[in-house]
């Protein structure tokens, strides 16, 4: 593939990801902790809302880690990171909300990766991106 081609498609999300390796400490914490009694997309995006909601503390500085097409972010631009987007914005992917030019703006939360947090809220962030990573959805 021709490099301008590949960087076209990173750009645009049309880059196959490798799929993230299974975690069986981490499947069982989602399973039996954060989606144990949802049982269709709202309750699953209602549960991963309330466990983010309880475990990450804001507001934490972030990385871009992945470009994304609905995204202004480039990899590697930090930005403060100061809530959970509302819950209506969060249907069917976590976003958070980041001081972007004098507005608030929602981005992907599997876009950033935290810089110097606690361990509640890496681990809850963490979770989030193997959730995504292994190709599960609401």
């Known amino acids: 593939m021709a490099t301008a081609e590949f960087i076209d498609q990173i750009l645009d999300g049309t880059v196959a990801m490798k799929k993230t390796k299974k975690d069986p400490q981490r499947e069982h914490r989602i399973t039996m902790e954060i989606v144990v009694d949802a049982y269709d997309e709202s309750e699953r995006a209602a549960a991963w809302y309330c466990y983010l909601e309880d475990r990450l503390r804001f507001p934490f500085s972030a990385k871009c880690v992945g470009q994304r097409a609905t995204s202004p972010l480039w990899v590697g631009d930090e930005v ?59």
């Open 80 to 138: 403060d990171v100061h809530c959970l987007a509302p819950d209506k914005e969060c249907e069917h992917e976590i976003f958070v909300e980041i001081k972007w030019d004098k507005h608030g703006l929602a981005v992907p939360l599997s876009q950033l990766r935290p810089i110097a947090v606690d361990d509640e809220t890496m681990q809850a962030v963490e979770d989030w991106h193997y959730w995504v990573g292994r190709g599960y959805t609401f």
